[in-house]
């Protein structure tokens, strides 16, 4: 279900001290990102914060009146810097307690009674009115509340869970894109760039240098909803570029 | 020069649609945080936010006031969607326009002036009372104003500029780690876990559990300003958790 004049928003909060350090280096606001771009939801910011209650409260507060979704990834495992689930809790102002399906899953998963210990309860505790996000790789269940989705923060766990939960998501019209890569360099190629831009105001057009085999390279990226624009906008831009003696093509993904 | 009694902090914030839409995975936080980390400065918070003007004018308002320094990266290219100048004149409520300096090294940079584009000369454009951050990479200029750094978004340009201008920042205590491996699961250690950091209120303990070699693996992340204190917590960690069967051994980075 979809409504095709819609603008789906979301945001993408990352909950973890370790990327904050620079520990780790976040991969799920990417692999989110990419996902919910196909089902026509726009993710409009992401944010790392720390394992601070009140932070961590008050932001999400801020974000699921602001976003139409919130997907939090991170703090929901058995040790004691695990408070993500409490301080949803806060935010909604709800209590929290043991699901009794995450109990029974997780009592039949571990099977004798010694190893499902009293850290991995807690990762049976749901705010109240949570609704389960199924965990297939290792059982301990995320939970929604509301427009709020709540993951693992480990990649592998995150990204089964966005996939077990994704048909829950309303989107609106997926944004498609198309890729011209060019050898000329951005200031050579900006002035008829930025007035294809002005031609082209329903297509959001970016600019992106890299080296590529040890030599520059630019993507220009087309994006929007409708890929018959985009195709003639790509059409015009190599054109304009193979007219300026530069080398264009467009590079399928 | 520092004051080991301040927590310095700062905020990262990412400007780019293409980190946004999942084309990109950003590294520049990663980067930045552990750079940052090693001077006493704690990144307390990172956004990604898009190329929208009001996005980031508004953004960058409440971070400087909230933060001691904040870092942008991305938009201050050539291009039409390189934004980032304009709006951080715009959030100091300034002007902005060339820098004699930074025209001179890229005059100079392109010898040629039919290279010296009108697109180039848009990245020597600089708020007025902006102080420039050098470029050692691609030499358009990155600038500082007031508390509030602003680099390319390229990570090898971004990592550059930020060795450039990092003697200008003023850190605090440099915060250590120290990290212990085990092959434990996390849902067994959580107890003693949590009892440990209960009688070190002083170290930050952290639980990242992964796998490692096709192995599950966690580990055990301590950290603080007083290594001594590390050692001690780290050292009671490894025989609590040898004293439980488990393999603990201290990892060194």
Do not use: W
């Amino acid at each position: 279900m979809s409504d095709p004049a819609k603008i789906v928003t979301a945001c993408i909060l990352v909950i973890g001290n370790e990327i904050l350090s620079g520990r780790t280096r976040d991969s799920n606001i990417q692999y989110l990102a990419t996902e919910l771009g196909k089902l026509g939801v726009r993710v409009m910011e992401a944010r790392v914060i720390p394992d601070v209650e009140a932070t961590v409260v008050a932001t999400l507060n801020e974000v699921r009146a602001r976003f139409d979704y919130v997907f939090t990834t991170g703090g929901i495992g058995p040790t004691h810097d695990d408070i993500t689930a409490d301080c949803i809790a806060k935010a909604f102002g709800v209590g929290i307690s043991e699901h009794p399906e995450a109990v029974e899953r997780m009592t039949k998963h571990y099977g004798d009674p010694a190893l499902f210990t009293p850290a991995r309860r807690r990762m049976a505790r749901v705010p109240h009115g949570g609704v389960l996000v199924d965990n297939p790789v290792s059982v301990a269940p995320g939970f929604q509340m509301e427009n709020v989705f709540t993951f693992a923060g480990i990649p592998k766990v995150a990204e089964a869970m966005f996939q077990s939960m994704k048909h829950r998501l309303v989107g609106g019209v997926p944004v498609v894109s198309r890729t011209v890569r060019t050898n000329l360099p951005e200031g050579i190629i900006a002035e008829p760039l930025g007035a294809l831009q002005k031609r082209y105001e329903d297509v959001d057009i970016g600019s992106y240098p890299a080296f590529r085999n040890g030599k520059p390279s630019v993507s220009l990226v087309l994006r929007g909803t409708d890929d018959a624009r985009l195709a003639t906008a790509a059409v015009e831009l190599m054109e304009t570029i193979r007219g300026m003696n530069g080398e264009a093509e467009e590079f399928v993904t």
